[in-house]
Protein backbone atom coordinates (compact mmCIF):
# COMPACT_ATOMS: atom_id res chain seq x y z
CA UNK A 1 0.00 0.00 0.00
CA UNK A 2 1.53 3.16 -0.50
CA UNK A 3 2.44 5.70 2.14
CA UNK A 4 1.97 2.93 4.55
CA UNK A 5 5.68 3.01 5.96
CA UNK A 6 5.13 7.09 6.33
CA UNK A 7 1.92 6.54 8.05
CA UNK A 8 3.00 3.90 10.83
CA UNK A 9 6.11 6.49 11.21
CA UNK A 10 3.42 9.13 11.47
CA UNK A 11 1.95 7.22 14.58
CA UNK A 12 4.86 6.25 16.12
CA UNK A 13 5.77 10.80 16.34
CA UNK A 14 2.39 11.70 16.86
CA UNK A 15 2.25 9.76 20.07
CA UNK A 16 4.48 12.54 22.14
CA UNK A 17 2.26 15.68 20.40
CA UNK A 18 -1.09 14.76 20.26
CA UNK A 19 -1.61 15.29 24.88
CA UNK A 20 1.04 18.19 24.36
CA UNK A 21 3.55 17.71 27.60
CA UNK A 22 0.97 15.61 28.99
CA UNK A 23 2.36 13.64 32.15
CA UNK A 24 4.99 16.63 32.62
CA UNK A 25 2.76 19.77 33.24
CA UNK A 26 1.51 18.61 36.42
CA UNK A 27 5.11 18.58 37.88
CA UNK A 28 6.30 21.22 35.88
CA UNK A 29 3.53 23.88 37.42
CA UNK A 30 4.14 22.07 40.96
CA UNK A 31 7.45 23.50 40.61
CA UNK A 32 6.78 26.98 39.82
CA UNK A 33 4.42 26.68 43.25
CA UNK A 34 1.26 26.05 41.33
CA UNK A 35 -0.96 24.55 44.02
CA UNK A 36 -2.97 20.85 43.46
CA UNK A 37 -6.23 23.01 42.94
CA UNK A 38 -4.91 25.12 40.26
CA UNK A 39 -2.80 22.36 38.68
CA UNK A 40 -6.42 20.16 38.27
CA UNK A 41 -8.28 23.51 37.15
CA UNK A 42 -6.27 23.94 34.02
CA UNK A 43 -6.71 20.42 33.27
CA UNK A 44 -10.10 20.25 33.85
CA UNK A 45 -10.56 23.01 31.42
CA UNK A 46 -8.63 21.25 28.47
CA UNK A 47 -10.47 18.19 29.19
CA UNK A 48 -13.93 19.60 28.96
CA UNK A 49 -12.81 21.61 26.01
CA UNK A 50 -11.76 18.01 24.25
CA UNK A 51 -14.80 16.48 25.27
CA UNK A 52 -16.51 19.02 23.28
CA UNK A 53 -14.90 19.51 20.42
CA UNK A 54 -13.87 15.79 19.50
CA UNK A 55 -17.33 14.85 17.63
CA UNK A 56 -17.49 18.23 15.67
CA UNK A 57 -13.89 17.44 15.19
CA UNK A 58 -14.92 13.94 13.53
CA UNK A 59 -17.72 15.81 11.25
CA UNK A 60 -14.50 18.21 9.94
CA UNK A 61 -12.60 15.35 8.87
CA UNK A 62 -15.37 13.81 6.92
CA UNK A 63 -15.88 16.91 5.03
CA UNK A 64 -12.78 17.55 4.07
CA UNK A 65 -10.17 16.67 1.56
CA UNK A 66 -7.10 18.55 3.54
CA UNK A 67 -6.55 15.78 5.75
CA UNK A 68 -2.90 15.61 6.10
CA UNK A 69 -2.96 19.26 6.45
CA UNK A 70 -5.27 19.32 9.19
CA UNK A 71 -2.34 17.12 10.73
CA UNK A 72 0.02 19.29 10.33
CA UNK A 73 -1.83 22.38 11.45
CA UNK A 74 -2.85 20.21 14.83
CA UNK A 75 0.87 19.50 15.28
CA UNK A 76 2.09 22.92 15.07
CA UNK A 77 -1.04 24.39 16.97
CA UNK A 78 -0.02 21.60 20.04
CA UNK A 79 3.66 22.75 20.26
CA UNK A 80 2.88 26.28 20.02
CA UNK A 81 0.34 26.00 22.64
CA UNK A 82 2.32 23.99 25.06
CA UNK A 83 5.84 26.40 24.27
CA UNK A 84 2.95 29.17 26.00
CA UNK A 85 3.71 27.27 29.33
CA UNK A 86 7.70 27.75 29.32
CA UNK A 87 7.32 31.18 28.31
CA UNK A 88 4.48 32.40 30.58
CA UNK A 89 2.89 31.05 33.70
CA UNK A 90 0.16 32.79 34.49
CA UNK A 91 -3.24 31.23 34.88
CA UNK A 92 -5.02 32.29 32.22
CA UNK A 93 -2.15 31.60 29.94
CA UNK A 94 -1.88 28.30 30.69
CA UNK A 95 -5.67 27.97 30.99
CA UNK A 96 -5.75 28.91 27.00
CA UNK A 97 -2.39 26.48 26.46
CA UNK A 98 -4.49 23.54 27.99
CA UNK A 99 -7.94 24.16 25.74
CA UNK A 100 -5.51 24.60 22.30
CA UNK A 101 -4.10 21.84 23.13
CA UNK A 102 -6.91 19.90 23.97
CA UNK A 103 -8.92 21.28 20.53
CA UNK A 104 -5.57 20.85 18.22
CA UNK A 105 -5.13 17.29 19.64
CA UNK A 106 -8.86 16.03 19.43
CA UNK A 107 -8.40 16.79 15.47
CA UNK A 108 -5.55 13.94 15.25
CA UNK A 109 -7.53 11.14 16.27
CA UNK A 110 -10.50 11.50 13.64
CA UNK A 111 -7.40 12.99 10.87
CA UNK A 112 -5.45 9.53 11.31
CA UNK A 113 -8.41 6.98 11.08
CA UNK A 114 -9.74 9.02 8.34
CA UNK A 115 -6.27 8.79 6.22
CA UNK A 116 -6.01 5.23 7.14
CA UNK A 117 -9.78 4.68 6.26
CA UNK A 118 -9.03 6.42 3.08
CA UNK A 119 -5.63 4.12 2.38
CA UNK A 120 -6.55 0.81 3.32
CA UNK A 121 -10.54 1.04 2.75
CA UNK A 122 -12.69 -0.92 5.15
CA UNK A 123 -12.03 -4.13 4.14
CA UNK A 124 -7.81 -3.43 4.97
CA UNK A 125 -8.88 -1.24 7.96
CA UNK A 126 -8.55 -3.44 10.92
CA UNK A 127 -5.66 -4.47 10.13
CA UNK A 128 -3.77 -1.37 9.23
CA UNK A 129 -5.26 0.04 12.21
CA UNK A 130 -3.81 -2.32 14.39
CA UNK A 131 -0.57 -1.94 12.80
CA UNK A 132 -1.15 1.92 13.47
CA UNK A 133 -1.68 1.40 16.95
CA UNK A 134 1.25 -0.95 17.54
CA UNK A 135 3.56 1.92 16.48
CA UNK A 136 1.69 4.46 18.63
CA UNK A 137 1.91 2.50 21.75
CA UNK A 138 5.84 2.10 20.65
CA UNK A 139 6.12 5.68 20.09
CA UNK A 140 4.52 6.47 24.05
CA UNK A 141 7.35 4.33 25.21
CA UNK A 142 9.97 5.87 23.60
CA UNK A 143 8.22 9.51 23.62
CA UNK A 144 8.24 9.03 27.69
CA UNK A 145 11.65 7.36 28.15
CA UNK A 146 13.35 10.32 26.52
CA UNK A 147 11.70 12.95 27.69
CA UNK A 148 12.22 11.86 31.38
CA UNK A 149 15.98 11.04 30.49
CA UNK A 150 16.16 14.72 28.96
CA UNK A 151 14.14 16.12 31.65
CA UNK A 152 16.19 14.94 34.56
CA UNK A 153 19.42 15.50 32.85
CA UNK A 154 18.79 18.75 31.61
CA UNK A 155 15.67 20.31 33.34
CA UNK A 156 12.21 20.60 31.90
CA UNK A 157 12.78 22.35 29.01
CA UNK A 158 14.59 19.14 27.30
CA UNK A 159 10.84 17.98 27.88
CA UNK A 160 9.67 21.21 25.59
CA UNK A 161 12.29 20.24 23.31
CA UNK A 162 11.68 16.65 22.72
CA UNK A 163 8.03 17.51 21.81
CA UNK A 164 8.90 20.06 19.46
CA UNK A 165 10.96 17.09 17.84
CA UNK A 166 8.53 14.54 17.35
CA UNK A 167 5.73 17.36 16.23
CA UNK A 168 8.63 18.23 13.11
CA UNK A 169 9.06 14.58 12.55
CA UNK A 170 4.93 13.70 13.23
CA UNK A 171 4.65 16.69 9.70
CA UNK A 172 7.48 14.94 7.78
CA UNK A 173 5.88 11.92 8.13
CA UNK A 174 2.55 12.64 6.91
CA UNK A 175 3.82 14.50 4.32
CA UNK A 176 5.44 11.81 2.61
CA UNK A 177 2.32 10.28 2.60
CA UNK A 178 1.12 10.34 -1.28
CA UNK A 179 -1.90 13.07 -1.31
CA UNK A 180 -3.29 10.32 -4.38
CA UNK A 181 -3.07 7.40 -1.66
CA UNK A 182 -5.86 8.97 0.44
CA UNK A 183 -9.16 8.25 -1.38
CA UNK A 184 -11.37 10.51 0.53
CA UNK A 185 -14.52 9.30 -0.27
CA UNK A 186 -13.37 5.74 1.23
CA UNK A 187 -12.07 7.68 3.73
CA UNK A 188 -16.03 9.30 5.32
CA UNK A 189 -17.12 5.12 4.61
CA UNK A 190 -18.50 5.58 1.05
CA UNK A 191 -16.75 2.87 -1.16
CA UNK A 192 -19.72 3.04 -3.42
CA UNK A 193 -21.73 6.19 -5.46
CA UNK A 194 -23.94 6.93 -2.60
CA UNK A 195 -25.16 10.50 -2.71
CA UNK A 196 -23.90 11.87 0.07
CA UNK A 197 -26.67 14.23 1.01
CA UNK A 198 -28.39 10.78 2.24
CA UNK A 199 -25.91 9.80 5.09
CA UNK A 200 -26.70 10.29 8.43
CA UNK A 201 -24.99 13.41 10.17
CA UNK A 202 -23.85 14.88 13.10
CA UNK A 203 -24.83 12.74 16.66
CA UNK A 204 -28.03 11.58 14.90
CA UNK A 205 -25.95 8.06 14.64
CA UNK A 206 -25.61 7.62 18.10
CA UNK A 207 -29.46 7.37 17.88
CA UNK A 208 -30.34 5.54 14.45
CA UNK A 209 -27.78 2.90 14.78
CA UNK A 210 -28.24 0.41 17.90
CA UNK A 211 -25.28 -1.36 18.14
CA UNK A 212 -23.30 1.70 18.27
CA UNK A 213 -25.51 3.14 20.83
CA UNK A 214 -24.76 0.08 23.20
CA UNK A 215 -21.26 -0.19 22.05
CA UNK A 216 -21.02 3.90 23.26
CA UNK A 217 -22.97 3.47 26.35
CA UNK A 218 -20.54 0.10 27.58
CA UNK A 219 -17.11 2.40 26.47
CA UNK A 220 -18.65 5.02 28.63
CA UNK A 221 -19.35 2.53 31.68
CA UNK A 222 -16.02 0.93 31.38
CA UNK A 223 -14.00 4.64 31.12
CA UNK A 224 -16.02 5.83 34.03
CA UNK A 225 -14.65 3.05 35.95
CA UNK A 226 -11.07 2.57 34.39
CA UNK A 227 -9.60 5.91 34.66
CA UNK A 228 -9.54 6.60 37.95
CA UNK A 229 -7.83 3.31 38.90
CA UNK A 230 -4.08 3.98 38.09
CA UNK A 231 -3.91 7.71 39.58
CA UNK A 232 -5.61 6.06 42.90
CA UNK A 233 -3.54 3.07 42.89
CA UNK A 234 -0.15 5.79 42.84
CA UNK A 235 -1.83 7.79 45.49
CA UNK A 236 -2.35 4.62 47.47
CA UNK A 237 1.33 3.26 46.83
CA UNK A 238 2.94 6.87 47.05
CA UNK A 239 0.68 7.54 50.81
CA UNK A 240 2.49 4.21 52.18
CA UNK A 241 6.13 5.40 51.20
CA UNK A 242 6.61 2.22 49.29
CA UNK A 243 7.61 4.09 45.85
CA UNK A 244 9.50 7.41 44.33
CA UNK A 245 6.68 9.35 42.56
CA UNK A 246 8.25 10.47 39.47
CA UNK A 247 9.97 7.18 39.34
CA UNK A 248 6.67 5.21 39.71
CA UNK A 249 4.74 7.21 37.33
CA UNK A 250 7.39 6.59 34.87
CA UNK A 251 7.10 3.01 35.42
CA UNK A 252 3.33 2.37 34.89
CA UNK A 253 3.21 5.07 31.86
CA UNK A 254 6.24 1.86 30.46
CA UNK A 255 4.31 -1.01 31.55
CA UNK A 256 0.99 -0.78 29.96
CA UNK A 257 2.38 0.86 26.97
CA UNK A 258 4.73 -2.34 26.11
CA UNK A 259 1.92 -4.72 27.11
CA UNK A 260 -0.24 -2.26 25.05
CA UNK A 261 1.77 -2.96 21.96
CA UNK A 262 1.37 -6.89 22.43
CA UNK A 263 -1.91 -6.03 22.63
CA UNK A 264 -2.46 -4.76 19.48
CA UNK A 265 -0.82 -7.31 17.61
CA UNK A 266 -3.62 -9.43 19.49
CA UNK A 267 -6.03 -7.45 18.60
CA UNK A 268 -5.85 -8.03 14.50
CA UNK A 269 -5.58 -11.20 14.85
CA UNK A 270 -8.94 -11.89 16.99
CA UNK A 271 -10.75 -9.95 14.80
CA UNK A 272 -10.16 -12.11 11.63
CA UNK A 273 -10.47 -15.05 13.85
CA UNK A 274 -13.38 -14.62 16.29
CA UNK A 275 -14.94 -11.21 15.39
CA UNK A 276 -14.86 -7.91 17.78
CA UNK A 277 -17.96 -8.79 19.78
CA UNK A 278 -15.06 -11.24 21.69
CA UNK A 279 -12.38 -9.13 21.53
CA UNK A 280 -14.08 -6.39 23.31
CA UNK A 281 -16.31 -8.66 25.91
CA UNK A 282 -11.67 -9.12 27.22
CA UNK A 283 -11.43 -5.70 27.85
CA UNK A 284 -15.03 -5.77 30.02
CA UNK A 285 -13.88 -9.01 31.84
CA UNK A 286 -10.42 -7.05 32.30
CA UNK A 287 -11.49 -4.23 34.61
CA UNK A 288 -13.04 -6.13 37.46
CA UNK A 289 -9.78 -8.29 37.63
CA UNK A 290 -7.95 -5.37 37.51
CA UNK A 291 -9.94 -3.59 40.12
CA UNK A 292 -9.82 -7.00 42.83
CA UNK A 293 -6.00 -7.18 42.02
CA UNK A 294 -5.63 -3.75 42.67
CA UNK A 295 -7.26 -3.77 46.58
CA UNK A 296 -5.55 -6.66 47.35
CA UNK A 297 -2.42 -5.92 46.66
CA UNK A 298 -1.52 -2.45 47.23
CA UNK A 299 2.72 -2.19 46.91
CA UNK A 300 5.30 -1.25 44.91
CA UNK A 301 5.40 -4.73 42.98
CA UNK A 302 1.54 -4.26 42.34
CA UNK A 303 1.85 -1.91 39.70
CA UNK A 304 3.01 -5.03 37.41
CA UNK A 305 -0.42 -7.17 36.94
CA UNK A 306 -2.42 -3.97 37.63
CA UNK A 307 -0.93 -2.17 34.27
CA UNK A 308 -0.44 -5.23 32.57
CA UNK A 309 -4.57 -5.54 33.06
CA UNK A 310 -4.68 -1.74 31.99
CA UNK A 311 -2.62 -2.77 28.69
CA UNK A 312 -4.74 -5.84 27.99
CA UNK A 313 -7.59 -3.65 27.90
CA UNK A 314 -6.61 -0.68 26.14
CA UNK A 315 -4.24 -2.21 23.90
CA UNK A 316 -7.45 -4.19 22.78
CA UNK A 317 -9.92 -1.93 22.27
CA UNK A 318 -7.49 1.12 20.71
CA UNK A 319 -7.69 -1.78 17.40
CA UNK A 320 -10.88 -3.15 17.83
CA UNK A 321 -13.20 0.07 18.59
CA UNK A 322 -12.08 2.23 15.65
CA UNK A 323 -12.03 -1.12 13.61
CA UNK A 324 -15.88 -1.59 14.52
CA UNK A 325 -17.14 1.97 14.34
CA UNK A 326 -15.92 1.99 10.45
CA UNK A 327 -17.58 -0.74 10.07
CA UNK A 328 -21.11 -0.31 11.30
CA UNK A 329 -20.69 3.38 9.70
CA UNK A 330 -19.33 1.74 6.05
CA UNK A 331 -21.89 3.57 3.23
CA UNK A 332 -22.65 6.60 5.78
CA UNK A 333 -20.00 8.63 5.05
CA UNK A 334 -19.87 10.05 8.56
CA UNK A 335 -17.84 7.41 9.72
CA UNK A 336 -15.47 9.48 11.23
CA UNK A 337 -18.05 11.60 13.28
CA UNK A 338 -19.17 8.51 14.75
CA UNK A 339 -15.69 7.85 15.53
CA UNK A 340 -15.83 11.42 17.38
CA UNK A 341 -19.19 10.80 19.23
CA UNK A 342 -18.04 7.29 20.73
CA UNK A 343 -14.75 8.84 21.60
CA UNK A 344 -16.95 11.70 23.58
CA UNK A 345 -18.99 9.09 25.51
CA UNK A 346 -15.69 7.32 26.15
CA UNK A 347 -14.02 11.08 27.32
CA UNK A 348 -17.34 11.87 29.35
CA UNK A 349 -16.80 8.42 31.34
CA UNK A 350 -13.07 8.97 32.12
CA UNK A 351 -14.04 13.09 33.21
CA UNK A 352 -16.45 11.56 36.02
CA UNK A 353 -14.00 8.51 37.31
CA UNK A 354 -11.87 10.36 39.38
CA UNK A 355 -14.88 12.55 40.94
CA UNK A 356 -16.53 9.00 41.66
CA UNK A 357 -13.07 7.19 42.45
CA UNK A 358 -12.25 10.33 44.71
CA UNK A 359 -15.40 9.96 46.55
CA UNK A 360 -15.36 6.29 47.64
CA UNK A 361 -11.62 6.96 48.68
CA UNK A 362 -12.23 9.59 50.85
CA UNK A 363 -15.58 7.57 52.39
CA UNK A 364 -14.48 4.01 52.30
CA UNK A 365 -10.69 3.51 51.76
CA UNK A 366 -8.64 2.74 48.53
CA UNK A 367 -9.15 -0.72 48.61
CA UNK A 368 -13.22 0.18 48.43
CA UNK A 369 -12.82 2.48 45.83
CA UNK A 370 -11.17 -0.43 43.40
CA UNK A 371 -13.66 -2.84 44.30
CA UNK A 372 -16.30 -0.44 43.17
CA UNK A 373 -14.56 1.52 39.92
CA UNK A 374 -13.84 -2.38 38.83
CA UNK A 375 -17.50 -3.26 39.83
CA UNK A 376 -18.74 -0.66 37.41
CA UNK A 377 -17.82 -2.54 34.93
CA UNK A 378 -19.95 -5.40 35.43
CA UNK A 379 -22.51 -2.54 33.43
CA UNK A 380 -20.64 -2.59 30.47
CA UNK A 381 -20.42 -7.01 30.32
CA UNK A 382 -24.35 -6.84 30.78
CA UNK A 383 -24.66 -4.44 28.04
CA UNK A 384 -22.41 -6.43 26.06
CA UNK A 385 -23.93 -9.71 26.87
CA UNK A 386 -27.67 -9.19 27.22
CA UNK A 387 -27.47 -7.78 23.81
CA UNK A 388 -24.76 -10.67 22.32
CA UNK A 389 -27.35 -12.01 19.50
CA UNK A 390 -27.72 -8.09 18.08
CA UNK A 391 -24.09 -7.27 18.73
CA UNK A 392 -23.13 -11.07 17.40
CA UNK A 393 -24.86 -10.16 14.21
CA UNK A 394 -23.29 -6.20 13.85
CA UNK A 395 -19.75 -7.41 15.23
CA UNK A 396 -19.46 -10.14 12.94
CA UNK A 397 -16.33 -11.36 10.64
CA UNK A 398 -14.89 -8.46 8.98
CA UNK A 399 -16.23 -9.58 5.04
CA UNK A 400 -18.61 -11.99 6.59
CA UNK A 401 -21.64 -10.58 4.33
CA UNK A 402 -24.04 -9.91 7.18
CA UNK A 403 -26.89 -7.91 7.12
CA UNK A 404 -26.06 -4.17 7.59
CA UNK A 405 -25.89 -3.70 11.46
CA UNK A 406 -27.40 -0.23 11.12
CA UNK A 407 -30.80 -1.13 9.98
CA UNK A 408 -32.02 -2.06 13.39
CA UNK A 409 -33.73 1.08 15.05
CA UNK A 410 -32.54 2.50 18.50
CA UNK A 411 -35.61 1.05 20.05
CA UNK A 412 -35.43 -1.73 18.43
CA UNK A 413 -35.42 -5.14 20.56
CA UNK A 414 -32.43 -6.31 21.47
Not at 44 to 56: D, F, K, N, R, Y
Not at 383 to 402: D, I, M, T, V, Y
Request: proline fraction near 4%.
Amino acid sequence: MPGQRPLEALNFFIADVQAGIGPFLGVFLQSLGWTTGAIGSVMTMGGVAGLLVTAPAGAVIDATRAKRMAVVLSSLCTVLASSIVWFTHSFTMVAISQVATAIAGALIGPAIAGITLGMARARGFDRQFGRNQVANHAGNVIGAALSGFIGWKFGFGGVFVVAGVFAALSIGAVLLIPAKAIDHRAARGLETDTDDDHAPSGFSILLTCRPLLLLAAALALFHLGNAAMLPLYGLAVVAGGQADPSAFTALTIIIAQLVMVVASLVAMRMIRTTGYWWVILITFLALPVRGLVAALFIGHWGVYPVQMLDGIGAGLQSVAVPALIARLMQGTGRVNVAQGAVMTMQGLGAALSPLLGGMMAQSIGYRGAFLVLGAISIGSLALWFLNRHQLHEACGHPGSGKSDPRTVPAGGAA
